[in-house]
Nanobody, 113 residues
Framework: QVQVVESGGGLVQPGGSLRLSCAAS????????VGWYRQAPGKQREMVAR?????TYADSVKGRFTISGDNARKSVYLQMNNLKTEDTAVYYC?????????WGQGTQVTVSP
């Protein structure tokens, strides 16, 4: 059984930083794509950052967020700097493992004065 578990998140003031982590476990033969998505109240889930054959960022986070991966640890990270109130959302880790989609449980990020 493959599992994807996130950690990090929390409450931060505007201009602050947070780091999200996500690790996969179980019988893993291949991880082809990793990424972070978010869903704000009343909005659809949107892609924040993704690593596949190329590195992709949403325009709204370019220059502020950095995605990175660690193959040995089967992990992906999201460093979020200069956070804004509009970054408030539930953040989900995504991994394409063994030709299947896996999502983390979600972690709340709240940016508020």
């Amino acid at each position: 059984q493959v599992q994807v578990v996130e950690s990090g998140g929390g409450l931060v003031q505007p201009g602050g930083s947070l780091r999200l982590s996500c690790a996969a476990s179980g019988r893993i033969f291949s991880i082809r794509t990793v990424g972070w998505y978010r869903q704000a109240p009343g909005k659809q889930r949107e892609m924040v950052a993704r690593i596949s054959s190329i590195l992709t960022y949403a325009d709204s986070v370019k220059g502020r967020f950095t995605i990175s991966g660690d193959n040995a640890r089967k992990s992906v990270y999201l460093q979020m700097n200069n956070l804004k109130t509009e970054d408030t959302a539930v953040y989900y880790c995504y991994m394409y493992i063994n030709n299947n989609d896996y999502w983390g449980q979600g972690t709340q990020v709240t940016v508020s004065p």
